[in-house]
C-alpha cells in the first residue's frame, strides 16, 4: 500500500507532520502533494522527505473554484505518477477532495477525504453552488473522516438530501486530531484549587473575533462581580487589534505573545482552567494539550471538540454567545474541580497519535477491501 497525502493545508502547524512521520516510522510508503499560491512564503515549513511542495495557482484564484482546482489537478498529474498509489487521502472535503475525486475517475485510485471547519462553515454554508459537488465527493469517498459528531450531524442533516444520508452515513467515523508527543513526555500532575474564590483562567490561540475572547472576558467579569478573584491568562498572535484593544480593558486580562511549547507548558500548569469558546471549530489542539496538564475545559457547543466526552467529564461545553452559560459553567468545574483534573489526564491518551493512527490503518485497509469487491 502507498498513500498519496494531498495537502493544501500543510502549513498551518505540526499537525500533519505527526501524522505523516508516524506513518513512515511504522513502514507505510507514503507522498504529500501540497498545493501552495505562487506568493507563499514557505520558510517556516518544517518538510519532510515525503513532501513535494508546489506553486501552482495565484491567491486570487481562490475566488474562481473550478478555475483554481484545476491547475492544481494538472499540476499533480505533471508530477506524480498517479497509477503507482493504492489509495488517495484528501485532507479536506472541497479543496482537497476535488482533487482526489478528479484522480479516482481519470485513475481509479480510491480516497478518504477528511471534513474540517472550512468545508462546514465557509463551503457547505456560504458557497451554495459548491454543495452538489461536495455531496459528490462524500459519496465517492471510501471512507469520511470526521473530527467529531457535531459535525458529522451538521453536514448530514443540513447538506445531504434524505436519499444519500444513510449511505454516507455507514461510511463515516469519528477519528479526532492527535497531539504532540511532547504533551506525553510532560503530563501534568492531578490539579486541586488551593483558594476556592480564586479563579486562574487560560486561554491560547489567535487573538481574533472568532476566539471569542471578549465574550470569555464577560463571563469572568460576571465572576468577579461575583466576589471571586479572576485572572485571565491570553496566550497567541494578534490578529485582530479591535479584539485585542477591548480585551485588553478588563483589569484581569495578561497577555502573552505565542510562546514555544516548553514555556507554554508552564503557562498550563500555573493555571486552573482553560477557555476557548470558539463560534467555529474544527478540533482545536489546544484542549487536549491543556487536559495534558490536568486543566478543565470550556469548549462551544456543537463544534469540532464537543462530542468526544460526557458533558463534566473533562468539562462542559457552552453557547459562545452566552457569558453567564459560560459563567455557571465555570462554577460547575470548580465544585467538582479535583475529579475533573484527573478525568483530563486519564482521557488525553485518546489523542494519542499512535492510537489514532491505528485507526486510520483499519480506514484505509477496509477502504481497500471496498474497492476491491467491486
Given at each position: 500500500?502507498?498513500?498519496?497525502?494531498?495537502?493544501?493545508?500543510y502549513?498551518?502547524g505540526?499537525?500533519?507532520k505527526?501524522?505523516?512521520d508516524?506513518?513512515?516510522?511504522?513502514?507505510?510508503?507514503?507522498?504529500?502533494?501540497v498545493?501552495?499560491?505562487?506568493?507563499?512564503?514557505?520558510?517556516?515549513?518544517?518538510?519532510?522527505?515525503?513532501?513535494?511542495?508546489?506553486?501552482?495557482?495565484h491567491?486570487?484564484?481562490?475566488?474562481?473554484?473550478?478555475?483554481?482546482?484545476?491547475?492544481?489537478?494538472?499540476d499533480?498529474?505533471?508530477?506524480f505518477e498517479?497509477?503507482?498509489?493504492?489509495?488517495?487521502?484528501?485532507?479536506?472535503?472541497?479543496?482537497?477532495?476535488?482533487i482526489?475525486?478528479?484522480?479516482?475517475?481519470?485513475?481509479?485510485?480510491?480516497?478518504?477525504?477528511?471534513?474540517?471547519?472550512?468545508d462546514?462553515?465557509?463551503?457547505?454554508k456560504?458557497?451554495?453552488?459548491?454543495?452538489?459537488?461536495?455531496?459528490?465527493?462524500?459519496?465517492?469517498?471510501?471512507?469520511?473522516?470526521?473530527?467529531?459528531?457535531?459535525?458529522?450531524?451538521?453536514?448530514?442533516?443540513?447538506?445531504?438530501?434524505q436519499?444519500?444520508?444513510?449511505?454516507?452515513?455507514?461510511?463515516s467515523?469519528?477519528?479526532?486530531?492527535g497531539?504532540?508527543?511532547?504533551?506525553?513526555?510532560n503530563?501534568?500532575?492531578?490539579?486541586?484549587?488551593?483558594?476556592?474564590?480564586?479563579?486562574?483562567?487560560?486561554?491560547?490561540?489567535?487573538?481574533?473575533?472568532n476566539?471569542?475572547?471578549?465574550?470569555?472576558a464577560?463571563?469572568?467579569?460576571?465572576l468577579?462581580?461575583?466576589?471571586?478573584n479572576?485572572n485571565?491568562t491570553?496566550?497567541?498572535?494578534i490578529?485582530?487589534?479591535?479584539?485585542?484593544?477591548?480585551?485588553?480593558?478588563?483589569?484581569?486580562v495578561?497577555?502573552?505573545?505565542?510562546?514555544?511549547?516548553?514555556?507554554?507548558?508552564?503557562i498550563?500548569?500555573?493555571?486552573?482552567?482553560?477557555?476557548?469558546?470558539?463560534?467555529?471549530?474544527?478540533?482545536?489542539?489546544?484542549?487536549?494539550?491543556?487536559?495534558?496538564?490536568?486543566?478543565?475545559?470550556?469548549?462551544?457547543?456543537?463544534?469540532?471538540?464537543?462530542?468526544?466526552?460526557?458533558?463534566?467529564?473533562?468539562?462542559?461545553?457552552?453557547?459562545?454567545?452566552?457569558?453567564?452559560?459560560?459563567?455557571?459553567?465555570?462554577?460547575d468545574?470548580m465544585?467538582?474541580?479535583?475529579?475533573?483534573?484527573?478525568?483530563?489526564?486519564?482521557?488525553?491518551?485518546?489523542?494519542?497519535?499512535?492510537k489514532?493512527?491505528?485507526?486510520?490503518?483499519?480506514?484505509?485497509?477496509?477502504a481497500?477491501e471496498?474497492?476491491s469487491?467491486?
Amino acid at each position: 500500500m502507498r498513500i498519496l497525502h494531498i495537502n493544501s493545508y500543510y502549513g498551518g502547524g505540526m499537525l500533519y507532520k505527526n501524522i505523516y512521520d508516524r506513518q513512515v516510522k511504522n513502514g507505510i510508503p507514503i507522498d504529500v502533494y501540497v498545493p501552495t499560491p505562487i506568493t507563499t512564503d514557505l520558510s517556516h515549513l518544517q518538510l519532510g522527505d515525503y513532501t513535494t511542495v508546489r506553486k501552482n495557482h495565484h491567491k486570487f484564484d481562490r475566488y474562481l473554484f473550478y478555475v483554481k482546482h484545476q491547475k492544481i489537478y494538472r499540476d499533480l498529474v505533471k508530477n506524480f505518477e498517479i497509477q503507482k498509489y493504492s489509495i488517495a487521502h484528501a485532507h479536506t472535503l472541497f479543496s482537497n477532495g476535488y482533487i482526489a475525486l478528479q484522480t479516482k475517475k481519470n485513475f481509479g485510485i480510491p480516497y478518504v477525504v477528511a471534513v474540517r471547519n472550512t468545508d462546514v462553515n465557509q463551503f457547505f454554508k456560504k458557497r451554495v453552488f459548491l454543495r452538489k459537488l461536495g455531496v459528490e465527493i462524500l459519496k465517492e469517498a471510501e471512507s469520511i473522516v470526521f473530527l467529531s459528531d457535531p459535525y458529522k450531524n451538521i453536514v448530514l442533516e443540513k447538506y445531504i438530501p434524505q436519499k444519500d444520508r444513510e449511505t454516507i452515513m455507514k461510511k463515516s467515523i469519528i477519528i479526532p486530531n492527535g497531539i504532540d508527543e511532547f504533551w506525553f513526555n510532560n503530563l501534568g500532575k492531578p490539579k486541586s484549587l488551593s483558594q476556592p474564590l480564586c479563579i486562574n483562567a487560560v486561554f491560547v490561540g489567535a487573538v481574533n473575533n472568532n476566539k471569542n475572547l471578549l465574550t470569555s472576558a464577560k463571563a469572568l467579569e460576571t465572576l468577579q462581580g461575583k466576589g471571586f478573584n479572576v485572572n485571565f491568562t491570553v496566550v497567541g498572535k494578534i490578529s485582530n487589534e479591535q479584539v485585542f484593544e477591548e480585551l485588553m480593558k478588563f483589569s484581569f486580562v495578561n497577555y502573552l505573545k505565542p510562546l514555544p511549547k516548553e514555556r507554554l507548558i508552564e503557562i498550563y500548569r500555573s493555571n486552573d482552567i482553560f477557555i476557548m469558546p470558539s463560534l467555529t471549530e474544527t478540533f482545536g489542539l489546544v484542549y487536549p494539550e491543556a487536559m495534558s496538564q490536568g486543566l478543565p475545559l470550556i469548549y462551544s457547543k456543537g463544534q469540532g471538540f464537543d462530542g468526544q466526552f460526557p458533558e463534566g467529564k473533562v468539562g462542559y461545553h457552552v453557547d459562545a454567545h452566552d457569558p453567564t452559560m459560560i459563567a455557571d459553567r465555570i462554577i460547575d468545574i470548580m465544585k467538582n474541580y479535583e475529579n475533573i483534573s484527573k478525568n483530563c489526564l486519564y482521557l488525553v491518551d485518546n489523542f494519542n497519535w499512535d492510537k489514532l493512527l491505528t485507526q486510520y490503518d483499519d480506514v484505509y485497509a477496509k477502504a481497500l477491501e471496498n474497492e476491491s469487491k467491486r
